[in-house]
């Protein structure tokens, strides 16, 4: 079955650190471009972080930049997000995102909240 679940998510205090993971299933992980969204309650959802499939290409939301951090593992099927210097303003349900041979996949997301 084709798929991707997150995984990592949490509540921690402003300032915390938190990573996710997100690990693909029934598809050609090495061969797909991967991403990260996020959606906050009441507000669009909206692009994070993305990374090429040899993992040496990122880019990122500027509210991001320099906080956050992705990474991938293709012999593990699994890329990550390394969230730093977390903000409330980062309370948001974070999905990951494969693009594979013409097709996008979503995960169900899995819920961060920022929050002392």
């Known amino acids: 079955q084709v798929q991707v679940a997150e995984s990592g998510g949490g509540l921690v205090q402003p300032g915390g650190s938190l990573k996710l993971s997100c690990t693909a299933y029934?598809?050609?992980?090495?061969?797909?471009?991967m991403n990260w969204y996020r959606q906050a309650t009441g507000k669009e959802r909206g692009f994070v972080a993305g990374i090429m499939t040899g993992g040496d290409t990122t880019n990122y939301a500027d509210s991001v930049k320099g906080r956050f951090t992705i990474s991938r593992d293709n012999a593990k099927n699994t890329m990550y997000l390394q969230m730093n210097s977390l903000k409330p303003e980062d309370t948001a349900v974070y999905y990951c995102?494969?693009?594979?041979?013409?097709?996008?996949?979503w995960g169900k997301g899995t819920p961060v909240t920022v929050s002392s």
């Open positions: 029934g598809f050609t992980f090495s061969t797909s471009v």
């Open positions: 995102c494969a693009v594979s041979g013409g097709m996008v996949y």
